[in-house]
């Protein structure tokens, strides 16, 4: 019997605040049936065990949302589930977010104790005045000990930074990357500000509230000095926004940059599975109570569910691919989907020096990792 990998993702969508800049489907609520949140996503497990019984899970991600705020006993009963109803890969990866917290740090020897083995923690910045206008409630100090307490728990330690901040210069975000590469944790999430639909940030920006952010040329030297600093500290740049010293990459996310099998569980989460030689897309309905009453009730909690096309295989595999850095394979993806790239715009784009291409492999140079969006839009029209 062969056995197809997948990853799965539990969305937990509550949150103890709403930054301005978070366009994720987030939550404050003042009470929590912790109790009927996990009976939600066990019954969800048993109803993806039906549907896709020959599959390994190679890894598992609990995001958020704040998933740190769960109780850990929750976490390790939806893992003992998972033991109980799926084969596992030998090298497992089970991923947890976290906010330096005072509350969230005392868990962390709880997470590691129960099968936890990779933690992100979302500290953002080491200024306390701009986590303060991030509408983070952590201080900076909160973050550095939350760094350490993590380091003694998880052999795999990742922490997310936000740069292209309100105000931020370059040779600040330059002292503090260096802090926060020599705090030697194994992996790093660094993004760049950007103003998301739907969210606080975008309300201040359309009414000309939202100052101080960069220009494009400071936003491109912010990119290739993220980039330089971590290459000199051994951080392989193995994605876009992504930096990880050598066999630390995420496997739980690459899985998804690789168009690979992964099952959503939780209010917005989404999912891609290959079933009887087709691929499917879908989404689970976004407001927490309407997707646990559907839960509870043994009702389907997705949203929408289709078949993707060729055509939607391809793009999504060139979307995705061209975000790592070993690209993506032509011939790949030319047997996956019968559709081959337009070589005229290959070659101008490797001439102008935006694509490496050989033998059929292609992957972005740093001056198209700058204009990611223009390339990809380049390709697939």
Same mark, same amino acid.
């Given at each position: 019997m062969e056995f197809k990998n997948? %990853?799965?993702?539990?969305?937990?969508?509550?949150?103890?605040?709403?930054?301005?800049?978070?366009?994720?489907? %987030?939550?404050?609520?003042?009470?929590?049936?912790?109790?009927?949140?996990?009976?939600?996503?066990?019954?969800?497990?048993?109803?993806?065990?039906?549907?896709?019984?020959?599959?390994?899970?190679?890894?598992?991600?609990?995001?958020?949302?704040?998933?740190?705020?769960?109780?850990?006993?929750?976490?390790?009963?939806?893992?003992?589930?998972?033991?109980?109803?799926?084969?596992?890969?030998?090298?497992?990866?089970?991923?947890?977010?976290?906010?330096? %917290?005072?509350?969230?740090? $005392?868990?962390?020897?709880?997470?590691?104790?129960?099968?936890?083995? $990779?933690?992100?923690?979302?500290?953002?910045?080491?200024?306390?005045?701009?986590?303060?206008?991030?509408?983070?409630?952590?201080?900076?100090?909160?973050?550095?000990?939350?760094?350490?307490?993590?380091?003694?728990?998880?052999?795999?330690?990742?922490?997310?930074?936000?740069?292209? $901040?309100?105000?931020?210069?370059?040779?600040?975000?330059?002292?503090?990357?260096?802090?926060?590469?020599?705090?030697?944790?194994?992996?790093?999430?660094?993004?760049?500000?950007?103003?998301?639909?739907?969210?606080?940030?975008?309300?201040?920006?359309?009414?000309?509230?939202?100052?101080?952010?960069?220009?494009?040329?400071?936003? $491109?030297?912010?990119?290739?000095?993220?980039?330089?600093?971590?290459k000199k500290k051994n951080f392989n740049s193995y994605e876009i926004s992504n930096f990880a010293k050598n066999k630390f990459e995420c496997v739980h996310n690459l899985n998804y940059w690789r168009c690979g099998n992964f099952i959503g569980i939780g209010p917005g989460a989404h999912g891609r599975f290959e079933y009887k030689r087709s691929r499917f897309s879908y989404k689970n309905i976004m407001n927490p109570e309407n997707w646990l009453e559907k839960s509870l009730t043994s009702k389907n909690p997705i949203q929408k569910l289709k078949e993707i096309s060729r055509l939607e295989q391809f793009e999504e595999l060139i979307m995705m691919g061209l975000r790592t850095s070993e690209g993506i394979n032509l011939n790949n993806i030319e047997k996956k989907t019968d559709i081959s790239l337009n070589m005229d715009k290959l070659d101008y784009l490797k001439k102008s020096k935006f694509i490496s291409l050989k033998n059929k492999n292609l992957h972005l140079l740093t001056k198209g990792k700058l204009v990611l969006n223009k390339i990809v839009n380049e390709l697939l029209t």
């Open positions: 997948i %990853s799965i993702y539990f969305h937990w969508p509550f949150c103890e605040s709403k930054c301005p800049y978070c366009d994720f489907n %987030s939550h404050v609520r003042k009470e929590i049936n912790h109790r009927q949140w996990l009976l939600g996503y066990l019954k969800n497990i048993e109803n993806w065990k039906k549907k896709l019984p020959h599959s390994k899970i190679q890894s598992v991600y609990f995001g958020g949302g704040t998933p740190s705020l769960m109780n850990p006993k929750s976490i390790s009963i939806i893992l003992e589930k998972l033991y109980k109803n799926f084969l596992l890969s030998d090298d497992i990866e089970i991923s947890l977010e976290a906010n330096p %917290s005072t509350v969230e740090k $005392r868990k962390f020897k709880d997470f590691s104790s129960i099968g936890v083995n $990779r933690i992100s923690i979302g500290v953002q910045s080491f200024k306390d005045d701009d986590l303060k206008r991030l509408g983070r409630k952590h201080s900076a100090n909160d973050a550095i000990k939350a760094i350490d307490i993590a380091k003694s728990s998880f052999y795999n330690v990742n922490f997310d930074l936000i740069y292209g $901040r309100q105000f931020q210069n370059l040779s600040e975000w330059e002292k503090e990357l260096e802090f926060a590469l020599s705090l030697e944790s194994q992996h790093l999430s660094l993004y760049q500000l950007t103003i998301e639909k739907g969210t606080a940030f975008k309300n201040l920006y359309n009414a000309g509230k939202l100052k101080g952010l960069p220009s494009q040329e400071l936003s $491109r030297r912010f990119f290739i000095t993220t980039n330089k600093l971590c």
